[in-house]
Every structure is written in structure tokens, then in C-alpha cells.
């Protein structure tokens, strides 16, 4: 019996609605139509929560196979190609994190764990660029204090910490790119 055949039978014996089961697993309706009608093919952690919400063991709804289960060498090729699209901030510094965003909701780890790794890597993008901004002010806070009180030898060039503050991106990229091996 299929995943949709078999969780139309048991959740009707539990006398439970759709809008019912998907409060209960905290998924949507219309994930549970899917899965029903048979357009779409449960992710295993998706299967775990209606399992848990009908009472029945993962196994009985499953059929005993994971379904759709996930690759973990793909996923975490997924998760370093992630990790490295961080570097587009050589070309958009501004709003280069968009990419790996769109990534991340590309990819749809199956893992919660890679999940949470890539919303980590993305939070330091964002860190890393108002880090960046904010270093640029205080040049120019230094630049104009500097020039106004000891005149402009003692003015600092704004690549020297553009440069360092991208060096320190292209470090934090990088060690992101060689923890994904330690997930």
C-alpha cells in the first residue's frame, strides 16, 4: 500500500479531518492533500510528524521504507555549494546572502541539522555585511577626524579595511566550507 493510500486509511480510522491532522503534526492542509492525492512523495521527517500525530509508528505508515529519503553525500555537496555561493559577495557586497537564501530554499535539506547549519551560514553573511558597513563609517569617522585635527597625511585609505574585511569573509567562508564534512 502507498504512503497515500495508507495514511487516507489510517488517519479516516482515527476519525480525524485533514485541517485536524495537519494541527497536530504542525504541517499545512495542503501538504496533507498532496501527500493524499498522491502529488507529491513525504519527506521522512514529514512522515515521522504524521506518524506521531495519528498514534502509529513510523513504520506502519511508511511502509517500512523512507521515502524520498535523502542522499547525505548530495545533501552536504548541497550544503558546500551553499556555503561557497557566500563568496558572490566579490561581486554584490551588499546583498550577496540572497543567494545562498535562494539556495537554501532550492535545496530543502531533509537533515534539520543542515537546515540550521544554513541559516547560521546566512545569519553570518548578514553579520559580515553590517560589520562591513559599520567599518567603513568608522573610517570615515577617522578620516575626517584625522584630516580636520593633524591634516591629510594622517588620512587612512578606505581599501585597506575594505580589503581586511574581506579577507575575513573569504576565512569565515571557507571554515564553513570545511565544517560541513563535521555534520
Known sequence: MSISQQLIQTRKQK????????????????????????????????????????????????GGALPDTADTDAERF??????????????????????????????????????????????????????????MLLTVLYNFIAVRNFGPPFKLHYLWPLFAMYAVNAVLVLRDVRRVDTL
Not at 495542503?30 to 510528524?49: N, Y
Request: glycine share 4%; with cysteine; aromatic share 10%.
Open 78 to 135: 548541497n550544503l558546500r555549494m551553499l556555503c561557497l555561493s557566500c563568496f558572490s559577495f566579490l561581486l554584490v557586497p551588499i546583498v550577496h546572502f540572497m543567494l545562498p537564501v535562494a539556495l537554501l530554499r532550492k535545496y530543502r535539506f531533509s537533515e534539520p541539522k543542515f537546515t540550521r547549519f544554513a541559516r547560521q551560514v546566512i545569519r553570518q553573511q548578514m553579520y559580515w555585511v553590517v560589520a562591513t558597513n559599520g567599518v
Open 15 to 62: 476519525g480525524l479531518t485533514q485541517e485536524e491532522l495537519a494541527d497536530r503534526a504542525n504541517v499545512t492542509v495542503r501538504t496533507i492533500q498532496r501527500i493524499e492525492s498522491g502529488d507529491s512523495v513525504p519527506r521522512a521527517f514529514t512522515v515521522k510528524a504524521l506518524a506521531e500525530a495519528l498514534g502509529v509508528t513510523f513504520e506502519s505508515l511508511s
